[in-house]
């Protein structure tokens, strides 16, 4: 869970993410990275891991973009499953407990958000951004931006994420897709903001098309933009006897859990 002063949600976030974690898995952790936070996110964090000591903290010193506080918290993970979500507690996270049994045949699972609680302009550029993504990427993914995913760590030990900023999202679709991983989407609900304020702004078009473009050419005509150092996977692989949060992937869902009415499956990038 990336966090930037969230002080006012973070505690609750935490409650939420440890109760649906232990409702779904023995083993389980949740990592929190605080980016640099001015407010007394870090603080509250440390004062919950007193008490829970499943969950940890990572601390910038100072703000490092929202795609080097993930690329954090995925290095520091143990799990067979990795998944993550925002700290501003826009998404039920109980929808979790549907998205492990598809892990069984797919390799990343997708949230998309079946009604947006979003300003009518950031929804409108929204739709606009994921049609460019799946024509650039030919990733047909509905909603690239939606932090709710859930990775087998496979995937990530396997590739490498050179984002600083909010584009990792893109960037996760575009390589995922890239290397032939297999892609499931899957409906989530969306809440609104119940505190703070979000950090993306209109003014970051600009960049982020420029962005797209760089990474487009990374990808597939690497030669036009020259030899780049190479860049270690986001996840390090693990080693013979090496402490591993296991979780085993569920063959089929609970009997007593039923697939709620709005959230619907779609597949995507093959």
Avoid at 5 to 32: F, H, K, M, R, Y
Avoid at 112 to 123: E, K, N, S, T
């Amino acid at each position: 869970m990336p966090a930037y002063n969230e002080e006012q949600n973070i505690e609750g976030a935490l409650e939420d993410a440890c109760e649906v974690a232990a409702s779904v898995t023995p083993a389980w952790e949740v990592i929190v990275v605080d980016d640099g936070s001015k407010d007394t996110t870090a603080q509250r964090v440390t004062r919950v891991s007193q008490q829970q000591d499943r969950v940890r903290l990572i601390s910038f010193p100072e703000n490092r973009g929202y795609g080097v506080a993930l690329r954090a918290g995925f290095h520091a993970a143990r799990g067979d499953l990795i998944f993550y979500t925002d700290s501003d507690r826009q998404f039920d996270l109980s929808e979790l407990r549907f998205f492990l049994p598809v892990m069984a045949r797919t390799d990343v699972a997708i949230g998309f958000r079946v009604y947006r609680y979003d300003p009518v302009l950031r929804c409108l550029l929204s739709w606009v951004y994921n049609r460019l993504v799946s024509a650039v990427f030919r990733a047909r993914v509905r909603d690239v931006d939606c932090s709710f995913k859930l990775f087998r760590r496979e995937a990530l030990e396997a590739i490498d994420f050179e984002a600083t900023d909010f584009f990792i999202d893109t960037e996760m679709v575009a390589k995922a897709r890239k290397w032939n991983f297999r892609i499931l989407q899957k409906g989530v609900k969306h809440f609104p903001r119940r505190a703070g304020e979000s950090s993306i702004r209109a003014s970051h078009i600009v960049s982020t098309l420029r962005t797209v473009a760089r990474m487009w050419l990374r990808i597939y005509v690497p030669a036009l933009v020259g030899r780049r150092e190479r860049i270690e996977p986001v996840c390090p692989r693990r080693l013979m006897g090496q402490d591993i949060v296991r979780q085993q992937t569920p063959r089929s869902a609970p009997p007593h859990s039923q697939e709620p009415p709005e959230s619907r499956e779609a597949d995507g990038g093959k």
